[in-house]
C-alpha cells in the first residue's frame, strides 16, 4: 500500500512541481511521514527531493538564465542557510491558536503568517491590474534572493518564494522553470549537510526499494512535465504558479501545514 500512495504521490507532485516550482517536499512529507518515523521521512523526502531536481536539471536546466541565477540564486542559497541557522537557534514558535481537522493538528504561528501575508502579496502583484505590469529593478534581484532564501530557510517553503520572485522577472517560461531548477538544485546541495546526519543513520539496506520507487516516480512525473511544456503557454504557467501560491498562502495561514 504504501508503495502505490508514495509512488503515486511522488509522480503527481513532481509534475506539478516541474511547472510550479514547488511542491514535490510539501506534497510527499506527510505521506512518508504517515508510514516512517519522522527522521527517516525527512531522510527520504530530502534525497528524492535532491535527486530529482537533479534529473530536471538534467532535462532542462542549458535553458536557465545565468545572470538570474548568478544575482538571484546565490544570495538565495546564503539567505537559506542563514535562515535555517536562525531556526535553530530561536525558541520554538509561539503558538497563536490550534485546531483540529479531521484528526490533523493546526497550529497557527507568526512565522506562518508571515510566509502567508508574503505569498498573498505576490498573488496581488499577478491579479491586481495596477501591479501586474511592475517588474523588479536588476539591481534588487540580490536582495530578493537573500530575502527569498532567508524566509525559506525558516519556514522550509524554499520554493515558493522562489517562484513568486522568479514570476515578477518575465522570464520565458522555459528560463523561469529552467532558472529556478538550477536554483533548487544549489540550495538542496547546499543544505545537504544540514540533513547528512539523518540520511547516513537512515537503514537504506530496509529502505531502498521504496526510495527507488519514489524516486523513479518523480522522475516520471517530471519527464511528463518536460514533455507537456512545449504545450503549455506562459500565461498557463503564471496562472498555475499563482494559484499555487494562494493554495499555499491559505494552507499557512490557516496553520494546515
Known sequence: MEFLLIGLVAALASLLT?????????????????????????????????????????????KMDWSVVMRFGLPAVVGALAGSWVLGVIPDDLTLHAWNLFGHLCVITPLKLVMSGLL???????????????????NALPVGGLLSGFFGGLSGNQGALR???????????????????????????????????????????????????????????????????????????????????FLLAVALGLGVI
Open 163 to 245: 517562484s513568486a520572485f522568479l514570476l515578477r522577472l518575465k522570464l520565458s517560461k522555459e528560463a523561469f522553470i529552467a532558472t529556478g531548477i538550477v536554483i533548487a538544485t544549489l540550495i538542496d546541495l547546499t543544505r545537504l549537510g544540514v540533513y547528512f546526519g539523518r540520511v547516513v543513520e537512515v537503514n537504506w539496506a530496509e529502505n531502498w526499494q521504496l526510495l527507488l520507487v519514489a524516486v523513479g516516480c518523480a522522475f516520471t512525473g517530471a519527464y511528463a512535465g518536460n514533455k507537456l511544456l512545449k504545450k503549455v503557454t506562459l500565461g498557463a504557467v503564471q496562472v498555475m504558479v499563482t494559484v499555487c501560491l
Open 120 to 138: 498573498l502579496l505576490f498573488v496581488a502583484f499577478e491579479i491586481v491590474p495596477a501591479l501586474a505590469n511592475l517588474q523588479f529593478h536588476p
Open 18 to 62: 516541474f511547472f510550479s516550482g514547488f511542491g514535490l517536499g510539501t506534497l510527499l512529507a506527510p505521506v512518508l511521514m504517515a508510514f516512517f518515523p519522522v527522521e527517516v521521512a525527512i531522510a527520504l523526502g530530502a534525497v528524492v527531493h535532491l535527486l530529482n531536481n537533479l534529473f530536471k536539471f538534467f532535462l532542462v536546466g542549458r
